[in-house]
């Protein structure tokens, strides 16, 4: 079973978004009642939004280390639509009464995301949005299932993903 996509990992029995184990790392852990972010040796979340509180969430998925940097994001500056600079991995959404934006950085692990990765794990949080299904994100086993379907994911090609998607969340009952 995959244990990974992009920046989703599997820790312990739970889900995380970020690299906890980095040095001043933030990461977000996915539970039955929302998300928590958490930062490096804090013994309480610095926030934790349930998932009824979500009208929309959605996630950006910088591919390496560098696109993070000042760097990177003038280079995204120049590429409208990429996940570059101080922003580039962050969940982001608008959450209800009263309607406000919301957003929650995470720390990029070691190495680089694949853009096929990257790719199906936007498209997971856009579409169990539209579903109106994003706690399906705090249940580690339908979770497992969606990651192990989705893995395998490589191409770049964006229609292609969100496709695999769509008939992966359909055939894990949503």
């Known amino acids: 079973m995959a244990q990974r996509l992009g920046p ?17 790392g933030l990461y977000v852990v996915l539970t039955p009642e929302g998300l928590k972010h958490c930062g490096p040796s804090e013994p309480v979340p610095r926030s934790v939004t349930p998932w009824s509180q979500f009208v929309e969430l959605k996630a ?9 940097t000042r760097f990177g994001g003038l280079v995204g500056s120049f590429a409208p639509g990429s996940d570059m600079g101080r ?9 209800r009464h009263p309607y406000e934006h919301w957003s929650v950085r995470y720390t990029h692990h070691q190495g680089r995301y694949t853009g096929g ?4 794990l936007k498209a997971l949080f856009d579409q169990l949005t539209e579903a109106k299904a994003l706690d399906r994100l705090g249940d580690p086993e339908w979770l497992a299932a969606a990651v192990a379907k989705l893995s395998s994911y490589t191409s770049w090609y964006a229609p292609q ?3 695999l998607v769509k008939e992966t969340i359909q055939s894990l009952g949503i």
Request: hydrophobic residues 35%.
């Open 8 to 24: 989703l990992g599997l820790m312990g029995d739970r889900w995380v978004i970020g690299d906890p184990n980095r040095k001043d």
């Open 60 to 68: 950006r998925v910088g591919y390496r280390n560098w696109h993070l």
């Open 87 to 95: 922003d580039g991995c962050s969940l982001y959404g608008i959450l």
């Open 117 to 120: 990765h990257a790719i199906v």
């Open 161 to 163: 993903g969100n496709r």
